[in-house]
């Protein structure tokens, strides 16, 4: 079993009536952490860790979207900032000095932009829309963004996407229960694989494990589900072929999971969901006979836990940071 110890808590908007956060991410170097709701501002947080560890908060960037930020994440070299909005845009952020600011917009999709990720090489960025497409932006060597694919794969709104950690392949989760995995052929973005009925109900998220063989998807049907790729030596990921091999019912909620977050240190997966729990699992067993095992559960936000993501740094890898409806960005130690 984990123990949890709630390290810091930071609310947004006042207690009686507080500013719904969607999503937490953090800067690879685990220094900073990003947030973004429905207050249309990003806050860019310092993770400082002194006798007391807490956040402070070092910029807040609220005049570049009009409605609610759904998604906001850093690129892998730091330098880039990029935010998505329920008025459809994406918003590029670069760091001078130590402060990030907008330096681009990017506009096309025709409704509500859901997610918003870099590739592992920082050359593409994936967004994602209610409008059922997927697009793929390239960056060039001035920081320029030029579409470079846009896919319709999913019948209904595509709430999520996700990278490999060391390929250019990218899965997305969608409204139609489906997840579909992307590669780039050198000179477009095809569908490599289709899995349809991937959950019975919303697909809400997905994460890679370190190594990339693995993927665990999370959904409406409160299901943690692992799928393996099938050819592990013999392919690279983005010609492999994925089977799920484990499947984890949480039987003690009826809400969703919305978020999932696989530490690529220890190796625990960290969901949380409309309950306001935050679980915490572990994959054991070997490769033809893995199962999920719960560790335990922290019930500390009054509201619905949108996102969890563990911190990437090594030295802090055992920090959980969550985002939740009741306006707190929280920061949780998890000890096994």
Not at 183 to 212: C, L, M, N, P
Not at 218 to 246: F, L, Y
């Amino acid at each position: 079993m984990v123990s949890f110890r709630e390290i810091t808590l930071q609310r947004i908007g006042e207690e009686s009536a507080p500013s719904r956060i969607w999503m937490v991410s953090w800067h690879y170097s685990g220094n900073f952490l990003a947030s973004c709701g429905d207050d249309k501002a990003v806050r860019i947080w310092t993770f400082n860790q002194d006798s007391k560890p807490h956040l402070d908060c070092r910029t807040t960037l609220d005049d570049s979207h009009t409605r609610t930020i759904r998604c906001v994440n850093f690129s892998h070299c730091g330098k880039l900032l990029a935010s998505s909005s329920f008025d459809a845009s994406i918003v590029i952020y670069q760091q001078e000095d130590g402060d990030y600011s907008e330096v681009n917009k990017l506009e096309g999709h025709e409704s509500e932009v859901k997610w918003c990720a870099f590739s592992p090489s920082d050359e593409f960025l994936a967004t994602c829309s209610r409008d059922k497409s997927v697009w793929f932006w390239q960056v060039d060597e001035d920081d320029d963004f030029n579409v470079s694919s846009i896919l319709q794969p999913h019948t209904q709104d595509v709430k999520f996407v996700v990278w490999h950690p060391n390929e250019d392949l990218l899965v997305s989760c969608s409204y139609d229960f489906s997840i579909r995995f992307f590669r780039y052929d050198g000179e477009d973005w095809v569908t490599q694989q289709k899995i349809d009925k991937a959950h019975d109900g919303t697909v809400w998220s997905a994460a890679f494990d370190a190594d990339g063989h693995r993927l665990i998807t999370v959904g409406e049907d409160h299901v943690i589900q692992i799928w393996r790729r099938e050819n592990v030596g013999a392919k690279s990921a983005t010609a492999d072929t994925w089977k799920s091999v484990a499947k984890y019912l949480v039987e003690d909620t009826r809400w969703p999971l919305y978020s999932v977050s696989w530490n690529h240190v220890t190796g625990l997966v960290a969901t949380a969901g409309g309950d306001s729990k935050i679980r915490i699992f572990q994959v054991a067993g070997s490769a033809d006979d893995e199962r999920i095992e719960p560790l335990g559960v922290w019930s500390g936000h009054d509201g619905e836990v949108n996102c969890v993501a563990w911190c990437p740094a090594a030295d802090k890898a055992n920090i959980l940071a969550s985002a939740s409806d009741d306006g707190s960005v929280r920061l949780l130690q998890v000890e096994l």
